[in-house]
């Protein structure tokens, strides 16, 4: 099918590009082909909570800037019963044929009904979507303790602690492991150099509980110092994780790119958030060898919010511009973006997460308003 072969031609650029291959030609090349042959095809994810919103307004903005992408939306959840082996596999299918995702928050219910692993767990595990990437930046017009804020939090997300292997050896005596391998490490590791040097980075902080836990945060942390060896233009940094959070709060400014295992990646992604504006507004990506899936970089699925038309579509608008960029729709990616951060640079509309008192429409109606100036340039 034409707009799987366009998508895949997109896919291997997008993977060499990633590997610091092909130019910026061959990407303009594709994008023009692109425009002219199709349309892209995404798997749309719209989770629980205030989810579903947030998807209607990516939709709605798309819409209005005339996007060249179809969602191919799958329902996946846990408290809604909307989650089987069946529609976890539909969208794995979907994926196959999309590479690409936009995905809103799957909640996990903290009752125990037989199966460990979340349903959110198993769709990464089975895309082995191992990079997690927050990239944490402060957004002009909207002040906040730390302004000009601008660094990335890189976590490996199919092992350490979220490896859903516990159980109870004795009566009220439970056994929980954390899991850490040389190859994931390494994996990761490498990763976050590779993102470095792409991206024209300066230092990588390996964030770690080495003192504590010898053997697993040791073993990640001595594959972060064999990889560091393998990048001499980039600098290295480690941190224990309870000073790591400290630092930031204090001063955050020291930090570049950030490495670490799962759950201290998963705190540290909604602490940074916290310093920028909240879990609203920062934008997040994983990725596997081939996939990559955009979502919120703070995974919240805000549910006292829902249905009251309050919630901030700012990061899902960013991930959104994110997976467009990803999919070399420059021109898109870029007029989203740059609509959003002039919305809250003039700061008349602000949702309530921000301290104002506007609602969701009325935040989309604003960047809708603000896509159309571009046109003309």
């Known amino acids: ?13 997008r993977l060499a590009a990633w590997g610091g291959g092909s130019g910026a ?19 749309m994810l719209p989770g629980d909570g205030v989810g579903p919103e947030l998807m209607h307004a990516v939709k709605e903005v798309f819409k209005a800037a005339s996007v060249p992408v ?33 995905i809103g928050k799957i909640h996990t219910p903290m009752e125990y009904k037989g199966e460990l692993a979340s349903y959110d767990m198993r769709l990464r595990r089975k895309l082995d979507l191992f990079a997690n990437v927050v990239h944490v930046k402060s957004l002009p017009g909207y002040k906040t303790r730390h302004n ?21 050896s004795a009566k009220g005596v439970i056994e929980c492991l954390k899991i850490i391998t040389r190859a994931k490490s390494q994996r990761i590791a490498k990763f976050a150099f590779d993102y470095a040097t792409k991206k024209g980075r300066s230092k990588v902080t390996a964030v770690h509980k080495a003192n504590i836990m010898k053997l697993g945060d040791g073993l990640f942390l001595q594959c972060c110092e064999e990889v560091a060896e393998l990048y ?13 959070c400290m630092q930031l709060v204090q001063n955050p400014y020291q930090f570049d790119v950030l490495v670490m295992p799962n759950l201290y990646g998963n705190i540290i992604d909604n602490l940074a958030a ?22 919120m970089g703070a995974r919240h699925p805000f549910a006292q919010a829902v249905g ?18 990803h999919l070399n729709l420059e021109f898109h990616s870029n007029l989203i973006s740059d609509a959003v951060k002039k919305v809250i640079k003039v700061g008349k509309v602000r949702t309530r997460d921000l301290g104002g008192y506007s609602t969701t429409s009325d935040f989309v109606k604003s960047v809708i308003d603000n896509l159309h100036p571009h046109y003309g340039s």
Do not use: W
């Open 25 to 43: 030609g061959l990407r303009g090349a594709a994008e023009e082909n692109a425009k002219s042959e199709s349309t892209f095809q995404v798997t």
């Open 308 to 325: 009251r038309n309050i919630a901030n579509p700012t990061a899902m608008l960013l991930s959104a511009a994110n997976m467009l960029r």
């Open 232 to 244: 001499p233009k980039i600098k290295f940094d480690t941190m224990i994780i309870d000073n790591c």
């Open 70 to 102: 179809v969602f191919d939306e799958h329902h996946l959840s846990e408290v809604q019963n909307m989650a089987s082996e069946e529609k976890l596999d539909q969208v794995v299918d979907s994926m196959k044929e999309s590479k690409v995702a936009l």
């Open 1 to 13: 099918r034409t707009v799987l072969r366009v998508q895949r031609l997109f896919m291997s650029l």
């Open 274 to 295: 916290g310093l920028v504006g909240g879990a609203g507004v920062v934008p997040g990506e994983s990725y596997s060898a081939e996939y990559a899936v955009f979502e």
């Open 148 to 168: 000009n804020l601008d660094l990335v939090i890189i976590r490996e997300q199919t092992e350490g602690e979220y490896s859903s292997l516990e159980h109870e």
